[in-house]
């Protein structure tokens, strides 16, 4: 087993760490998780109704990565990567959780981008965010919350860049509308006022 000191590791990119890893380096699968246990949990958060059900993921996520080190290869971002196996995760229990709806007589619990414990603010956006059309409501997330670039966006759905920019415009669009009625009638009620960052008109790198 190889063995690299802490101080390299956590100096190392994701796809330097990665190799490590399929490499047979413990330490570096370590800092990976490190890394990106947090945001992966926070995608299946984003994405399915319960806590619990969004850690079982995330684990499944990290169970994969690690099946999958002695075959990986550098041909993506690692973050790309990443999202790539939580991605087809998430696809496989939503096809269980629609199974289970449709023959075994249980409530579909697919995921609704409204989650608890959020701010007033926040709630408006999820809100609006689940009315949207389902590829519309993915990229979205993707881009605002996961901070992926459109080009990892685009591998990650298999759309061309720029479906991916105009199905995003269109989606912003779609949220301006929503959003705004809901914060014309909050302003009566509280002095904060729904957060613009989603449907700015402007777009950053």
């Known amino acids: 087993m190889n063995e690299t000191p802490a101080s390299a590791v956590n100096a190392n990119t994701d796809e330097m760490l990665m190799r490590s890893f399929s490499n047979g380096s413990q330490e570096a699968f ?14 299946f958060c984003r994405r399915v109704p319960d806590a619990a059900r969004a850690e079982e993921l995330a684990q499944e996520t990290f169970l994969a990565l690690l099946r999958s080190g002695a075959r990986y290869e550098p041909r993506a971002l690692f973050r790309t990567y990443l999202y790539a196996i939580a991605l087809r995760i998430l696809r496989a229990d939503r096809r269980k959780t629609t199974f289970r709806a449709a023959f075994l ?23 609006a965010i689940a009315k949207l059309a389902p590829m519309d409501r993915e990229i979205v997330l993707l881009r605002e919350f996961e901070q992926l ?49 989603i449907v700015q008109k402007g777009e950053r790198a």
Request: hydrophobic share 40%; aromatic share 8%; proline share 6%.
């Open 30 to 43: 370590a800092e990976l998780f490190r890394r990106y246990r947090q945001p992966i949990y926070g995608f």
């Open 105 to 127: 007589g249980q409530r579909d619990t697919i995921a609704d981008p409204v989650k608890r414990d959020a701010t007033e603010s926040d709630l408006w956006v999820r809100r």
């Open 149 to 197: 670039s459109y080009g990892e966006i685009a591998e990650l759905l298999q759309l061309a860049v720029n479906t991916v920019r105009s199905r995003l415009f269109r989606a912003r669009m779609a949220l301006r509308e929503l959003l705004e009625p809901d914060a014309s009638a909050a302003a009566n009620d509280a002095p904060e006022t729904a957060p613009q960052g």
